[in-house]
């Protein structure tokens, strides 16, 4: 997708975010499809079961939706029988997991990535090109500019993502809610997004902790190389070939091992740049 996006590096901020506001909504019509698609799978499936519990004899068709949507959230909504297969599977060897989860990421790496992935990661590319052609994202904006960057973009993001927070928490994470939430998900992403460019460009033209910001920009520098580095950490961390802990924290103590990678890349990166001019 970056090689391709590669090939937009000459047009001009405006048609830029022309075309990145022009797959966002690409993107949403395919998410408003989905849910509307699941929704309808829901009514039939509902449908057939009134019909079922009333007693009256179901058609083909009618048990067909009843498998269908029993399918569709065995998909969604493991079981915690499958739940617990799944962290056992990750707790095997190398090799093991390789081929278990095989099928998995051949899934996401085709019918996935460019159903979905391709739209999310080729506008994001966009956006970021014209904000770099148009000085957002060299700090060449005022203070005042990037103050309202950042209230429109958090007042716009943070609400977006709360409400769909909550949404999908006092449903308890049922198939529609999840759905229904994807439809505004670049919504509330892009604004949130333009939310955080303003903050870091603020900390810059600041010139506060210095240090900091050379370790974030050695991080920036090394961004391929910290990336996979993240991987191989996370791979030992977490699967069975390492300590094996995957399944076995609870989501706040997450964000130690987040925290401890971050930290590590912040000192690293800076070191590592020091010998050499890559990473």
Request: include cysteine; glycine fraction near 6%.
């Amino acid at each position: 997708i970056g090689l391709f996006a590669f090939s937009f590096r000459n047009w001009e901020p405006k048609y830029l975010i022309t075309g990145a506001i022009f797959l966002l909504l690409i993107s949403t019509a395919l998410a408003t499809k989905d849910y509307f698609h699941t929704n309808s799978v829901y009514k039939k499936s509902e449908e057939a079961l009134v019909k079922k519990n009333n007693g009256q004899v179901l058609m083909k068709d009618d048990s067909a939706s009843i498998d269908k949507w029993k399918s569709l959230v065995a998909e969604r909504k493991p079981s915690p029988e499958k739940v617990k297969e799944d962290i056992e599977s990750r707790h095997k060897g190398y090799f093991s997991i390789l081929m278990d989860k095989a099928s998995v990421n051949q899934f996401m790496q085709t019918y996935i990535m460019y159903r979905y992935f391709f739209w999310d990661m080729f506008s994001m590319m966009l956006l970021g090109m014209a904000f770099l052609k148009n000085g957002i994202l060299r700090a060449a904006k005022s203070n005042s500019y990037y103050l309202m960057l950042a209230l429109a973009g958090y007042s716009v993001g943070l609400t977006t993502n709360y409400l769909e927070t909550s949404h999908v928490v006092s449903n308890q994470f049922a198939v529609i809610p999840m759905e229904l939430v994807n439809i505004t998900y670049d919504l509330g992403r892009v604004f949130t997004t333009f939310g955080h460019v303003a903050v870091i460009m603020l900390f810059i033209k600041s010139g506060i902790l210095p240090f900091l910001q050379r370790a974030l920009a050695a991080v920036g520098q090394m961004a391929f190389t910290n990336y996979i580095m993240q991987t191989i950490i996370c791979n030992t961390i977490f699967l069975g070939f390492g300590f094996g802990l995957y399944g076995m924290l609870e989501r706040y103590e997450l964000y130690y091992i987040v925290f401890g990678i971050w930290i590590l890349q912040l000192i690293w990166s800076p070191v590592w740049l020091r010998y050499f001019r890559f990473g």
